[in-house]
Every structure is written in C-alpha cells, then in structure tokens.
C-alpha cells in the first residue's frame, strides 16, 4: 500500500467535513463532551478542559466503514456500555506503534469483523474525552471507507460477541454513537456523489 490517503475528487473531499460530536461512545465509561475538530480545524480548547488541566496524552484509534452494495458491516462488542446495555459499533482500535491510522484500520477490520477490504477515501476523525480509573482520557478515531473485498463475519476475534451486515441505512439510525452513525452517513454519499459522476 504505497499511500495513506487514497486520491479524492475535490467534490468528494468536501463531502468528507468533521463531525460536531463529542460524546464518548457507549463503553467508554463517564467523559465529558469533546470538542468534535476535524483534522483541519485548529480550534479552541477551554482553559479549564480536562484534557489541558491534566495534560493527558491523546490515545489514537483509527476504524472502519466497510460497504458491500448497500449494506455496512457492524460489531457488537463483548464489553458492554456503562448501563450494562449491549453496543452497536463500527470495527475500530488502538494505533500500533510504527502503524499509520489507515493501517491499523485495515487490521482492526480484519480482527473484528473477519473482513478484508479495499481502502477508498477517508472520511473523518472523531474526537472525545472518556474516564479510566479516575483519569479524564483523550481520544480521537480516524474512520475510513472500505469496499468489501473478502471474508466472513464468522471470522471475528474474540473482543467481539457479533459481526453481522445491515443496511446503510438502518446503520445511520442504529448505531450506539452518534458520530459513527456520521460516518456512515458521510460514506454513504461519498458513493453516492461518486456514482453520480461516472
């Protein structure tokens, strides 16, 4: 794979603008709101945030949006939201060292849904504060779009309890958090857009 960032049209970067979100998604437990910036974006952050007041370093992550026609693949994780309730999620984790984000989220799809898929374009970066054992935590997820290419959900690894595919769609409203429910929403025109213009 000789580049990170596939070539995109300047229509469909445009399509691809940051999330307003902020939320910790279910499973990452407490966490105030974070400030949603996209890559571009230089921002403002609060005096009085907790990711300055404790100078806690940003974990980085980085996921994927794997289409297959009209349908995404999703993950039900085996960790549960803080309620106890189960979580609908896109397949996403931690950067290794020596990893781009691209590359990790061509290995975190593989690990956690069984699939391999195509790199096609970025789509965003969400980020977010969550709690750890009394220590406010940074974070920030790099999500890309894949093309299914090949596998079974079956394959999944043992962090997740289901891999299974539904509809763009239903995606866009069932998801746990908000901002991959963006995501999937910005993947879904990205092909969308791309469709128009052949």
């Known amino acids: 794979m000789s580049s990170e960032k596939p070539a995109r049209s300047r229509k469909q970067a445009n399509a691809a603008k940051p999330p307003k979100a902020g939320k910790p998604?279910?499973?990452?437990?407490?966490?105030?709101?974070?400030?949603?910036k996209g890559k571009r974006g230089k921002g403002k952050r609060g005096k009085g945030s907790p990711a300055k007041r404790r100078g806690a370093a940003r974990e980085r992550s980085a996921g994927g949006v794997v289409v297959r026609e009209q349908e995404v693949v999703v993950i039900v994780p085996t960790r549960r939201a803080s309620d106890g309730s189960k979580?609908?999620?896109?397949?996403?984790?931690?950067?290794?060292?020596?990893?781009?984000?691209?590359?990790a989220a061509v290995r975190e799809v593989r690990e956690e849904t069984g699939i391999v898929g195509e790199p096609v374009t970025e789509l965003g970066e969400t980020r977010?504060?969550?709690?750890?054992?009394?220590?406010?935590?940074?974070?920030?997820?790099?999500?890309?779009?894949?093309?299914?290419?090949?596998?079974?959900?079956?394959?999944?690894?043992?962090?997740?309890?289901?891999?299974r595919w539904i509809a763009l769609e239903d995606a866009q409203r069932e998801l746990s958090h908000?901002?991959?429910?963006?995501?999937?929403?910005?993947?879904?025109?990205?092909?969308e857009d791309e469709r128009k213009d052949r």
């Open 25 to 36: 998604p279910p499973g990452e437990q407490g966490g105030g709101g974070g400030q949603g």
């Open 87 to 103: 979580v609908l999620a896109l397949p996403k984790g931690h950067i290794d060292p020596g990893e781009t984000s691209l590359q």
């Open 128 to 163: 977010y504060w969550y709690r750890r054992d009394g220590r406010t935590i940074p974070k920030s997820v790099s999500f890309y779009l894949f093309r299914y290419i090949e596998g079974d959900t079956a394959d999944h690894d043992d962090e997740v309890e289901e891999a």
């Open 178 to 191: 908000a901002a991959e429910r963006e995501m999937v929403a910005r993947a879904a025109q990205y092909l």
